[in-house]
Every structure is written in structure tokens, then in C-alpha cells.
């Protein structure tokens, strides 16, 4: 059964920084691209970063190129969504995700998601 486990969401201040965690088990971590998706209230769900398997491409939205940084550890079978200068509006659930083929855009299991909020 494989299970994504996000970690490390909380309440901080715009400016401030956060480090998200998503913890797998029950596929084999190496062969799988990861992503972290977000979703506010009253939103659809978009697309945060992704990171290829081995690590040597990664993709970010527009909305948080050069605050977010996303890396994995495939030794601990974990990715992470560092996040910095955070502001309001990236308050919502976030997301880990992961899909064996990486050429799609679909993912195939999903985490149930932490809650992040920056207070202005």
C-alpha cells in the first residue's frame, strides 16, 4: 500500500519560511517523479514544483520561482518544499504527489495534505 505522508506545515508570518516533508512508503521511491500541488479555499488545485527521479530537473510555478526550492532524498525516500519569503496568498493545503512516468502530467498517489497559513 503506498502511502505519502506530508509533514511540517504550520502558522508563520509573510517573510517567514517554512520546510515541508513528504515521507513514502510502499513503492519503490527512486523510480517515481514527485511534486507538491497546493489548494486554497475556494480554489482549484495548482501546481507547486516537481522534481524528476533522480533529482537533476526541476519545474516550479511562476508564483513561487526563486522562493520555493524543492529537492528529494532518495535515501530516506522523502521530498521537501523549502519555502521562503512567504506571503498570504501561499496559504492553502499543500499536496505531495508522485507518478512512475514523468513524461505525464498525471499523478498517481497523493498525499492527504498540510496546512500552511501566512499571516500578513
Known amino acids: 500500500q503506498v502511502q ?13 519560511s517554512l520546510k515541508l516533508s513528504c515521507a513514502a512508503s510502499g513503492l519503490t521511491f527512486y ?8 489548494q486554497a479555499p475556494g480554489k482549484e488545485r495548482e501546481f507547486v514544483a516537481s522534481i524528476s527521479r533522480n533529482g537533476d530537473r526541476t519545474d516550479y510555478a ?5 522562493r520555493f526550492t524543492i529537492s528529494r532524498d532518495n535515501a530516506k525516500n ?6 521562503n519569503n512567504l506571503k498570504p ?3 492553502a493545503v499543500y ?13 498517481t498517489y497523493w ?3 498540510t496546512q500552511v497559513t ?3
Not at 31 to 38: E, K, P, T
Not at 78 to 83: D, P
Not at 95 to 107: D, I, T
Open 78 to 83: 522523502t521530498v521537501y518544499l523549502q519555502m
Open 95 to 107: 499536496y505531495c504527489a508522485a507518478k512512475y512516468n514523468e513524461y505525464v502530467r498525471r499523478y
Open 62 to 66: 511562476d508564483s513561487v520561482k526563486g
Open 111 to 113: 498525499g492527504q495534505g
Open 4 to 16: 505519502l505522508v506530508e509533514s511540517g506545515g504550520g502558522l508563520v508570518q509573510a517573510g517567514g
Open 31 to 38: 523510480n517515481y517523479a514527485l511534486g507538491w500541488f497546493r
Open 118 to 120: 501566512v499571516s500578513s
Open 89 to 91: 496568498e501561499d496559504t
